[in-house]
């Protein structure tokens, strides 16, 4: 049998996965593909955001997800607190730089005559070229 941690974390990560996802595609309008029980999550979810911010709702709203898995998984009575992550000292914090690589001699030499070169794309416009995409998919099949 699993140890009370293991399934403490397995369900913390598969509740903040899950309540992320649900609440991506509550946004993109597939809200009634949902299962009941993440649409009675988001609605509490909701309705919670009236009366506090978006941060304090989302962090209860996956904290009761996680209750609710961590008792589907075996786990027997309140589910444990997350640890706390130790703060970081600012003053004893070293930033790690990774040393360029070396290019061989023929990429040097291919690069230098011009053959081939090669032009990124943009992230910007790799974005809008999916939303693009995917408008043009919804409004073909509605």
Same mark, same amino acid.
């Given at each position: 049998?699993?140890?009370?941690?293991?399934? &403490?974390?397995? &369900?913390?990560?598969?509740?903040?996965?899950?309540?992320?996802?649900?609440?991506?595609?509550?946004? *993109?309008?597939?809200?009634?593909?949902?299962?009941?029980?993440?649409?009675?999550?988001?609605?509490?979810?909701?309705?919670? /955001?009236?009366?506090?911010?978006?941060?304090?709702?989302?962090? *209860?709203?996956?904290r009761e997800v996680y209750g609710a898995y961590y008792s589907e998984m075996g786990g027997?009575? &309140?589910?444990?607190?997350?640890?706390?992550?130790?703060?970081?000292?600012?003053?004893?914090?070293?930033?790690?730089?990774k040393q360029p690589k070396r290019r061989s001699v023929l990429a040097a030499t291919r690069?230098?005559?011009?053959?081939?070169?090669?032009?990124?794309?943009? &992230? /910007? *416009?790799?974005?809008?070229?999916?939303?693009? *995409?995917i408008v043009a998919y919804r409004f073909l099949m509605h």
């Open positions: 049998m699993a140890s009370k941690s293991s399934i &403490a974390k397995k &369900a913390r990560a598969k509740a903040e996965a899950d309540f992320t996802t649900w609440l991506m595609m509550a946004k *993109l309008g597939s809200f009634d593909e949902l299962p009941p029980n993440a649409q009675s999550f988001l609605n509490c979810y909701r309705s919670r /955001l009236e009366s506090m911010s978006e941060a304090e709702s989302t962090d *209860l709203a996956v027997v009575g &309140a589910p444990p607190e997350p640890q706390a992550r130790k703060p970081t000292t600012e003053g004893n914090v070293v930033g790690l730089q690069n230098s005559t011009g053959s081939t070169t090669r032009q990124s794309v943009p &992230a /910007l *416009l790799i974005f809008a070229g999916m939303v693009a *995409l």
